[in-house]
């Protein structure tokens, strides 16, 4: 069965937390990666999810504005949101609400710079 290329759907981040626990509920079995992109502007935040069995990807997009970067964490539903989070944390400086242990994981704790913010 050839892989799905996958669907991209831009959401808010109040959207975000319902939004992935529908992606669980479907079979969406991998959080795959969340990665960060500084707009200037604001924060776009990047979900890239897998659905192993049905060779089937999802992408979600969501935006932060600068006066607050924070967003609901994904860690209670897949565990690898907790150290992929903890690394968008450390390199762009955003918050996720109700994450287990947010601290830094590549750069020294006593740094109070976010190494990849533009801004």
């Known amino acids: 069965m050839p892989a799905d290329t996958g669907r991209q759907v831009d959401?808010?981040?109040e959207a975000l937390l319902?939004?992935?626990?529908r992606l669980k509920n479907e079979g969406f079995?991998?959080?795959h990666c969340i990665t960060a992109v500084d707009r200037k502007d604001g924060i776009e935040l990047v979900y890239?999810?897998?659905a192993m069995d049905k060779h089937a990807c999802t992408i979600l997009r969501t935006r932060?504005?600068?006066d607050d970067l924070s967003a609901e964490s994904l860690a209670?539903?897949?565990r690898s949101a907790d150290w992929l989070e903890r690394e968008v944390y450390d390199l762009f400086g955003v918050k996720f609400l109700n994450h287990p242990d947010l601290k830094r994981i590549l750069n020294p704790d006593d740094w109070t710079i976010h190494p990849l913010r533009k801004t």
């Open 11 to 13: 959401i808010s981040k």
């Open 76 to 78: 209670h539903i897949w």
């Open 48 to 50: 890239i999810f897998y």
């Open 29 to 31: 079995n991998d959080l």
């Open 18 to 21: 319902e939004t992935a626990r």
């Open 64 to 66: 932060l504005t600068l």
